[in-house]
Each structure stands twice: as C-alpha cells, then as structure tokens.
C-alpha cells in the first residue's frame, strides 16, 4: 500500500460541470484507442480520445492549454459539439484560467539576474567565468551562481539566455535537494524515533513523497525550492506514516507534535506548486 501526498491539491481544480469535466490531473495509463482525432472549437484545437469502456464525455483542460475530450467509441462527433456548446462558458473560463497560470511562470530564459526558487526563497542568476572543466553552481547570499567554464566564456556571455545551463542546473538542485533531505530525514528520524528501512529521492510530477508498508520512504528532491520548514514537513509526513499507514486522527496527531503548523504548510506547497515547474524535465506548463 502506497500513500501519497499529492502535489496537485484541491484548490487548482478547475471548477466543472457536474459529471462531466475531468480534473487536468487525470491518469494517461489506458490505451487510446481507434479514431482518435482533434476538432477545433472556440478556436483551440481540441484532442479526441475514444475509450472501449467508456460512457461518459469527459473534458480536461491541462496547465499546458491542451484541452482533451475522451469519450466512448461511437460517441458522434455532434453529440461532442453538443457537449461543447453546452459547456463553452465553463471551458472559456478553464482555458483562461490556465493561460493566466503560464503567463504567470513563463519559461525560464537563463539570463544574468534572472529569479530561481531555493528553499523558499528568490535567488538571482549570476554567471561567473571559471577554470573548471565543467558548468557547477552555487548558492553565495542571494544568488546562484553558475561558475563557467573559460572555453564556454564570452564577452557577450552575461548579456545573452543561456538555455543550455537548464540539464546542470537541474543536477544541481536534485544534487542539493537529495544531501538536504537526507540530513533532515537522519535528523527527524532521531526526533521522532521512527527509521525508514530505505530512503529514495525522485522527482515525481504528483508527489512530495510516499511510504510504502515495508518501510521505505521516497522523497521528491523538487523540495529544494521549497521553504526548509516545509520541507521538513514532508519529511516528518512521511516518517510518520511508520507509525500511521493512513490519515487518521492519531497520524495528524503525530504530526503535530513534531510540526504544529503543517497546515500552513501543505497549503505553501498547493499555492506554489507550479513554481516547481522549472526544475521538472518535461514542463507540465510550456510545451
Ligand atoms: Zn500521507
């Protein structure tokens, strides 16, 4: 049995109409099958999934702005259009809504001075050449330095984005993230008198961390960017589910007892989750 903490709270479903809408967050796991296609409706494409079993028409409207209708296998192409217009104010709404959350953490460019998120704070990018063989960064007061090679040096460099330090300034956070973590869980696990048989550090897209019933806890390393207390949430969160499998009143109790304001907390982790977003491989906002 798995638990997980879920990266995509409550708070950012898109509103829906009964029975109908997905949340974005829906699994991709079941296999698409024949005659799938695309439409076009309020000027966005729109992907047709066709599913043997299923009944309902379905719509998910992704971070991304894809939008994605599944539905059974002879569903009409106008009972789809007649669902849409029923519909339009909702998905209006929706595509809005997430247009606003890309505009609101665009891309990330690379450029001298630009913001970075680590444990909860903003860092400034700031190029510094180096005789090092290779890119490496670091974190000196309010900045992340990344130290460049001489060869990969120009007059222009600070001056110009830098696309191409995304892969190791991933490695670093990750580098980072995993050390961070690793003294928290030693550090918590003494406190609170729980040990995990295993710890592993991963970086998925809907978890902070999990426990499995053997014992073995993972940790998403994405938790660098967060605040050190919320960070340390997870942690204890995770820990305690040595103890509580579930969630029931004596795991909260637990918690409690090693993290008062875990609310607060949680509720850090749902209002930023997308500011995550530049350390995932493949963006869940920009593709
Ligand atoms: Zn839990």
Redesign the pocket.
């Known amino acids: 049995m798995f638990?997980?903490?879920n990266l995509f709270g409550s708070s950012d479903e898109t509103t829906k109409p009964k029975n109908h809408a997905d949340k974005f967050r829906s699994g991709d796991v079941e296999p698409i099958q024949k005659k799938s296609g695309a439409i076009y409706f309020l000027g966005e494409p729109i992907e047709i999934v066709r599913r043997p079993y299923q009944r309902s028409l379905n719509i998910l409207v992704r971070p991304s702005g894809r939008i994605r209708i599944t539905c059974a296998r002879l569903t009409s192409k106008r009972a789809i259009y007649n669902f849409l217009s029923e519909n339009h104010a909702w998905l209006r709404k929706a595509i809005d809504e997430q247009r606003a959350l890309r505009n609101a953490h665009p891309p990330k460019q690379y450029t001298q001075g630009e913001e970075f998120l680590y444990l909860g704070a903003q860092v400034y990018l700031n190029f510094s050449p180096s005789t090092q063989k290779k890119v490496s960064f670091s974190i000196i007061g309010d900045q992340l330095v990344a130290f460049i090679p001489k060869a990969e040096w120009s007059a222009d460099y600070t001056s110009i984005p830098h696309p191409e330090l995304k892969k190791p300034m991933i490695q670093f956070y990750k580098n980072s993230g995993c050390k961070t973590l690793q003294l928290k869980v030693d550090q918590m696990s003494k406190k609170m008198n729980l040990f995990p048989a295993k710890v592993s550090y991963r970086s998925q897209k809907t978890r902070w961390g999990s426990?499995s019933s053997r014992g073995n806890i993972s940790l998403n390393w994405r938790l660098i960017a967060a605040p050190m207390g919320t960070l340390e949430y997870v942690v204890i969160?995770?820990l305690a589910?040595l103890e509580y499998q579930d969630?029931s009143k004596c795991f909260w109790g637990l918690v409690k007892r090693f993290c008062s304001n875990h609310e607060e907390h949680s509720k850090w982790l749902r209002d930023h989750q997308f500011e995550f977003d530049f350390l995932a491989t493949s963006s869940e906002l920009h593709v």
């Open positions: 638990e997980q903490l426990c969160h995770e589910h969630h």
